[in-house]
């Protein structure tokens, strides 16, 4: 038979085991919430890097498509309408009305006129506005 301290003893022995395991357990509890935390982290920036590739491709296209649409539309217009809209300096996809023609031929003829500038060939001027001429004719034959 044991003797009384050899039970507490053994007792002493078998929560110090038992108190042994449970650390062990929490350690390996705590490493594996750790490694599920990375791999959520790391699915996490995967996501976004996907995401972020997929929106560049679509930009990539989006920017073909627009380049594509200019150079459609450069084929459509005419080129008297293309040196008008470069003299009176109306960029090719705006839209032109009366009103924008107007303003554009305002501004460059302050830049163009023959007495505010005399450096400057006066039939630059005369183009000028031949050019705001046949733009306002061509949106008058439109409407």
């Given at each position: 038979?044991?003797?009384?301290?050899?039970?507490?003893?053994?007792?002493?022995?078998?929560?110090?085991?038992?108190?042994?395991?449970?650390?062990?357990?929490?350690?390996?509890?705590?490493?594996?919430?750790?490694?599920?935390?990375?791999?959520?982290?790391?699915?996490?920036?995967?996501?976004?890097?996907?995401?972020?590739?997929?929106?560049?491709?679509?930009?990539?296209?989006?920017?073909?498509?627009?380049?594509?649409?200019?150079?459609?539309?450069?084929?459509?217009?005419?080129?008297?309408?293309?040196?008008?809209?470069?003299?009176?300096?109306?960029?090719?996809?705006?839209?032109?009305?009366?009103?924008?023609?107007?303003?554009?031929?305002?501004?460059?003829?302050?830049?163009?006129?023959?007495?505010?500038?005399?450096?400057?060939?006066?039939?630059?001027y005369v183009?000028?506005?031949?050019?705001?001429d046949y733009?306002?004719?061509?949106i008058k034959?439109?409407?």
């Amino acid at each position: 038979m044991k003797s009384k301290q050899q039970r507490v003893e053994q007792k002493a022995r078998a929560r110090a085991e038992c108190q042994r395991n449970h650390e062990t357990h929490q350690r390996k509890n705590a490493e594996k919430r750790e490694r599920t935390f990375q791999l959520r982290r790391e699915r996490q920036e995967i996501e976004k890097l996907r995401f972020a590739l997929e929106e560049r491709d679509r930009q990539a296209v989006r920017d073909l498509m627009q380049q594509d649409a200019k150079n459609q539309w450069r084929k459509v217009m005419d080129d008297k309408e293309k040196q008008a809209r470069d003299l009176l300096g109306i960029a090719w996809d705006q839209s032109i009305t009366e009103a924008v023609v107007k303003a554009f031929a305002r501004d460059r003829s302050k830049e163009l006129h023959p007495d505010q500038n005399p450096e400057i060939d006066p039939q630059r001027y005369v183009q000028m506005m031949d050019a705001r001429d046949y733009l306002l004719e061509q949106i008058k034959k439109a409407s």
